[in-house]
């Protein structure tokens, strides 16, 4: 309980934060502000989480959860790092009522920076603060707030278990809320499915500013927030996610094979089992263009078959022997490790010499330019096309490399209306283009784009068409943008990402947000008979 001196004191305080912040604010930002501290819980005050140009630590915390050097940032109104769910429901509120737009983000890891950027008056509603995790295994569940990293996630449910685990991304610095809603890829799927196939229940606020549970949101927009991309009907508070069964030891192993060392041969191989392998196999391949092996040979093709399989190497070598002999795994070549420490792997640490305590870093150590795109493979490509696409990759100065990430098992039983993520049966495998680079500049930067561009561009045959299915998580403005709000424009992208999932997203966004209040550049619209109304500009 507070005393009636405490709450005078946090109030004057408030006065005296807020006076600073408007000191030398626009009229527009002043209203904002002023909208917030009239809302503000007096036991809960929303001044400490604000944060304007005033404030000395405004850059820093802007920048802290910045992974894309390449998107150039504006500074919005104002930052809200929350830390109490009512510091939501005021910054939804407040935002509403002065037709100013929201980004709200959790990890930072949107790859065109949608969840901090845009060229409108806004704000951004940061939920890092926001990372409790509960745990309970007796019921196989957690709880778990929407500013957690999976890597906290992982290490927490391993404090717990050494049998459970989770169905997510390798990359330990995700936000929970972003990750999970855009469907959650990892490398367990053909076992459990996506992230979003192992959630029971959610905590939102909505576009009221209310707090709603799955049973009181009902199951249209829960349906929505599984795969649709939460931000544009709501922001996720929490998750409840359901843990899932894994083994004491599981098998790793990477391997490598170059053009020269049957490359090709063993790639269309793969495309003929990998969808099929047993559900406790994942095969991912990393494709690139490297230098030959001496100097003035021109360059090659490695491709790394990197994989985990949840059971002991005794019981994965018969079944490589039987499904891809063509690579020749040995013994040697796979490690046992406990799940947790599978975690480290995927990230390139050694293991068991790396600490798991890795996993709760949420800064990365080091930052860069990038740009990823995303394709699905419904048919085996031909060894003859194989080849073309590695000429392709050679004759591209930059290092821009390929990662096919093998479908079938769960995500071939799941229907693709279950959720709003549709990419399910029919899909061998799935490929991310990708391309770093630490040097800035518009030449440079355009260079790196164009040529990830030429690859897509020429990977048009292999992949599926009609649409040219896109991986919501692997965010693309190339695929679309819709900057005005109109269904048209948002149907360019969004058949893309949801395929016949999109017109019911439209009818679950024109329900439960009618006004288009939680708009971005690659957010689903309303419905056109609802017309479009756009916040301010």
């Not at 965010?475 to 109109?486: A, E, L, M, P, V």
Request: proline share 4%; hydrophobic share 35%; aromatic share 10%.
């Amino acid at each position: 309980m507070h005393s009636s001196a405490s709450i005078m004191n946090l109030c004057l305080l408030s006065i005296l934060v807020i006076s600073a912040a408007l000191a030398n604010s626009t009229p527009l930002q002043d209203n904002f502000l002023q909208c917030l501290y009239n809302h503000s819980q007096s036991a809960k005050p929303i001044y400490e989480a604000v944060y304007t140009s005033s404030n000395s630590s405004f850059s820093s915390v802007l920048q802290s959860y910045i992974r894309n050097l390449r998107i150039a940032t504006p500074n919005p109104l104002a930052i809200i790092a929350a830390k109490h769910e009512s510091h939501v429901q005021t910054t939804v509120i407040c935002s509403k009522s002065l037709g100013l737009q929201i980004r709200i983000r959790s990890g930072g890891h949107d790859y065109e920076g949608l969840s901090y950027v845009s060229n409108v008056p806004f704000v951004i509603l940061d939920m890092f603060n926001l990372r409790s995790i509960n745990i309970n295994v007796s019921d196989e569940s957690a709880w778990v707030q929407a500013g957690a990293s999976m890597g906290e996630v992982y290490y927490m449910i391993a404090e717990k278990s050494k049998v459970h685990g989770f169905p997510a991304g390798v990359c330990p610095t995700l936000g929970v809320g972003g990750h999970i809603t855009g469907g959650g890829y990892g490398n367990m799927m053909r076992k459990y499915g996506l992230s979003v196939d192992n959630v029971v229940d959610a905590q939102v606020v909505d576009v009221k500013g209310r707090i709603l549970d799955r049973k009181s949101m009902g199951e249209d927009l829960f349906w929505a927030i599984r795969g649709g991309g939460a931000a544009s009907f709501c922001v996720i508070l929490s998750w409840k996610i359901k843990l899932v069964a894994v083994p004491e030891t599981v098998t790793v192993f990477d391997v490598e094979r170059t053009v020269e060392q049957g490359a090709t041969d063993i790639v269309w191989k793969w495309q003929q089992v990998a969808d099929k392998l047993d559900e406790d196999l994942f095969i991912r391949l990393l494709i690139r263009a490297v230098n030959g092996n001496k100097e003035g040979d021109p360059k090659t093709i490695k491709v790394s078959f990197v994989a985990m399989f949840l059971g002991e190497t005794k019981r994965l070598l018969p079944l490589m022997n039987e499904s891809l002999p063509e690579l020749g795994l040995q013994e040697k070549d796979c490690v046992q490790m406990r799940w947790i420490d599978s975690a480290l792997f995927w990230l390139h640490l050694p293991v068991p010499s790396t600490p798991t305590e890795v996993l709760l870093q949420r800064i990365p150590k080091s930052e860069s330019y990038l740009k990823r795109k995303s394709d699905y493979v419904q048919e085996p490509i031909s060894k003859t096309g194989l080849e073309s696409i590695w000429k392709v990759l050679t004759d591209i100065n930059e290092e821009i490399g390929m990662t096919w990430n093998p479908y079938g098992g769960k995500m071939s039983k799941i229907p693709e209306t279950e959720t709003a993520f549709p990419h399910r049966a029919g899909n061998i495998f799935k490929i991310q283009y990708s391309v770093s680079w630490k040097q800035g500049g518009v030449e440079t930067t355009n260079r790196y784009l164009n040529s990830t561009r030429s690859l897509y561009e020429a990977m048009t045959p292999y992949v599926s068409k009609n649409p040219r299915e896109a991986f919501l998580n692997y965010r693309d403005i190339d695929i679309g943008s819709n900057s005005k709000g109109t269904y048209q424009d948002g149907r360019i992208y969004g058949i893309k990402y949801f395929k016949n999932n999109f017109d019911r997203l439209v009818r679950v966004k024109t329900m439960f947000d009618p006004d288009n209040f939680f708009q971005y550049e690659q957010s689903i619209p309303t419905s056109p008979s609802q017309g479009n109304r756009k916040v301010r500009d």
